[in-house]
């Protein structure tokens, strides 16, 4: 396929030729020419009348199958597009659409970027519907007024069958996610603009060989795995990526998938390290606006700088250095920057954050645990460590644990037979709810 790309810049749309050409070429097209103006929206055409003459001239010169818009265009403009210039016209989101088609492996996946077509869709028709009355066109793709009513109904019948297998799919998720929560499982998502290496740095943490390629939206099925950090168990979900002016139809297809950001513990922000510091201030302000939409920015939000191997180091640390102060400017509350290779395994800054802030979460608190079986002491140790974080260990007729534990793994201390008290070191969690201090099994 074949395509002439057009981008107007204007003082409301911050637009990136180079990412809008290699979303072009991750959709499969060979760009042939990318036609270029400055100017604010023209309300017919998107781009003005002179530019539409130049256009009209590539596209008679160059015979593309399509053109494809940076921006995004109104129903009506594109039809008077389709009209002047004889070929199909896309817009951005279009675009976006046809490369989530490409990617989607999961039944899931399938049926989110299936929502997000027909949703993106529905306006396209009633237009139609509208030139149609007017007596414009002969129809939506060749149909006629009843044919294309008809088409409309048949959408928005889909659209209510898939929401509703949706609901479902995100139920058995969340089955899921506490069966993960009650044997201790610490639960991390990773977040970020598309092509940020966040596949890659699941792999790098889980040891695993998710697929991971140098191009956009590489992830749209949700994968989760396992990895250890110290001896505490940690669950990290890779999401799909974010992009500029990402739009609302996007949010609410994927709101299933991009709900394990809003589900989990803590979440990482991943960013390339190597790319200008303006892309990068622009990609965390995109990144920052749909956790806004998604309602995370609560959650433990740690940013990481990653694919620093390909920059000096002063770079890397005046990036995280002016990453602090841009967050703090936006009002987001950051744990901190961690500066990472994720392709190198580089990993330590990382590490070292995750474990402060893990212990921070509200599902910690401080204990102190009584064990007055001997014998049993080993095996308390380790599923605390496991659970928490042991803090200091008094051996006398009983041995007393001081120790940071999650505050649903209790019960399950207590059928190891030992006894949970409120610690008394200064800076402990508050004392136990009476469900919690009642140790008998359930």
Request: glycine share 6%.
């Amino acid at each position: 396929m074949r395509a002439v790309g057009v981008i107007r810049y204007s003082r409301r749309e911050r637009l990136s030729r180079e990412e809008f050409e290699e979303l072009l070429r991750s959709a499969g097209y060979e760009v042939l020419a990318v036609l270029e103006q400055n100017r604010e929206e023209h309300p017919r055409y998107n781009i003005g009348k002179g530019k539409l003459e130049e256009l009209k001239e590539l596209v008679r010169e160059l015979k593309p199958d399509k053109v494809v818009f940076a921006n995004r265009l109104t129903p009506s403009q594109a039809y008077n597009l389709w009209k002047e210039l004889k070929v199909e016209v896309i817009d951005r989101w279009q675009l976006v659409l046809e490369i989530f088609e490409k990617r989607a492996h999961s039944k899931e996946a399938k049926l989110q970027v299936e929502l997000a077509s027909l949703q993106y869709e529905v306006p396209l028709v009633k237009e139609a519907i509208r030139r149609i009355k007017l007596g414009d066109r002969a129809g939506f793709k060749g149909m006629g007024e009843y044919q294309t009513q008809q088409y409309l109904k048949h959408i928005r019948y889909r659209m209510g069958k898939i929401r509703k297998e949706l609901e479902r799919v995100k139920a058995e998720r969340e089955v899921r996610r506490k069966k993960r929560e009650e044997v201790g499982f610490i639960l991390v998502s990773l977040a970020g603009y598309t092509n940020a290496g966040k596949s890659t740095l699941l792999n790098a943490l889980a040891g695993e060989s998710v697929e991971a390629r140098n191009q956009m939206f590489t992830t749209l099925d949700t994968t989760t795995r396992r990895f250890k950090l110290g001896s505490k168990r940690v669950l990290v979900t890779d999401t799909v990526g974010f992009i500029d002016g990402l739009p609302p139809f996007i949010v609410e297809a994927f709101h299933s998938t991009l709900e394990e950001i809003v589900k989990a513990d803590i979440v990482l922000l991943v960013l390339d390290s190597s790319e200008p510091w303006r892309e990068i201030a622009r990609k965390f302000r995109a990144s920052v606006n749909v956790l806004r939409e998604l309602k995370a920015l609560d959650k433990p939000l740690v940013v990481v700088l990653n694919k620093v191997d390909l920059i000096e180091l002063e770079d890397a640390e005046e990036k995280a250095r002016l990453l602090t102060e841009l967050s703090e400017n936006l009002g987001v509350s950051i744990e901190g920057v961690a500066k990472v290779s994720a392709k190198e395994k580089q990993l330590d800054e990382l590490y070292s954050l995750l474990e402060r802030v893990l212990l921070k979460l509200p599902k910690y608190g401080a204990f102190e645990i009584v064990v007055e079986d001997p014998s049993r002491v080993p095996a308390v140790m380790a599923f605390l460590s496991s659970v928490g974080e042991v803090l200091s260990v008094e051996y006398s007729d009983v041995t007393r644990i001081k120790a940071y534990v999650q505050t649903g793994m209790l019960k399950e201390l207590t059928r190891m037979g030992v006894r949970i008290e409120r610690s008394k070191h200064p800076g402990d969690a508050e004392e136990l709810d009476e469900d919690e201090g009642n140790h008998d099994g359930r």
